[in-house]
């Protein structure tokens, strides 16, 4: 229609034109029109298509893969032994869970845990060291060597290699920090029995 329209016919006229195209999408063929069709994916690889079975294959492969190295790296970033620690200390936990709240003298567990402990102060704690080794050897364990003898402390107690000579070669900064820590310590010690003497 030419000229001048008014807005309902306007209107009209669109809404007859929508109806009849969608008629006409609907009668379409679904080959034509692409209904039901999968979904086309462009791939770097395949100019245009779906992915090859092989494909598919080998990048369920790489992910199975990664998932093991995955799972293998995050016992190892735990740390194997801390791990083992932990299911060793879960296990002792379930233990005393399981046992009774009182326990008196006679009870063989306790007796042997606590007989099991080594203080520093005590006088026969190198004989009980010696005995743990002598021990662990007759069981057959994989026994270390140990350096006997006295050396500087650090930070972590770790001792030193049993080869090692006696000779300190380091920058001082473990002493350093032992001495500033002892000082401290010192000072707090004094602070509170000089309280004490005020009250």
């Known amino acids: 229609m030419a ?12 809404e007859q034109i929508r109806e009849r195209e969608k008629k006409m999408f609907e009668e379409m063929d679904a080959s034509i029109s692409g209904r039901y069709a999968d979904t086309t994916v462009r791939q770097k690889q395949i100019k245009r298509g779906r992915e090859k079975t092989e494909d598919k294959e080998k990048k369920e492969r790489e992910a199975k893969k990664q998932a ?3 799972e293998k790296y995050k016992l190892w970033s735990k740390g194997v032994s801390q791990a083992q620690e932990r299911e060793k200390l879960l296990e ?3 233990k005393v869970v399981a046992e009774p709240v009182a326990r008196m003298a006679d009870d063989e567990e306790m007796n042997r845990h606590l007989k099991e402990q080594i203080y520093e102060e005590d006088p026969m704690a190198a004989m009980l060291h010696k005995k743990k080794r002598d021990e662990a050897l007759d069981r057959g364990d994989l026994v ?6 006295a050396y500087p402390p650090n930070r972590f107690g770790i001792r030193p ?8 070669r380091s920058n001082g900064f473990e002493a350093r920090l032992a001495q500033a820590k002892n000082k401290r310590d ?5 602070f509170y029995q000089n309280i004490q003497c005020y009250e």
């Open 92 to 94: 002792d936990m379930a």
């Open 3 to 14: 000229g001048l329209q008014s807005a309902e016919a306007l209107k009209k006229e669109s």
């Open 186 to 190: 010192a000072q707090n010690r004094e």
């Open 161 to 168: 290699g049993y080869r090692w000579d006696g000779v300190d």
């Open 68 to 70: 093991e190295l995955e």
């Open 144 to 149: 270390y060597p140990t350096y006997q003898g």
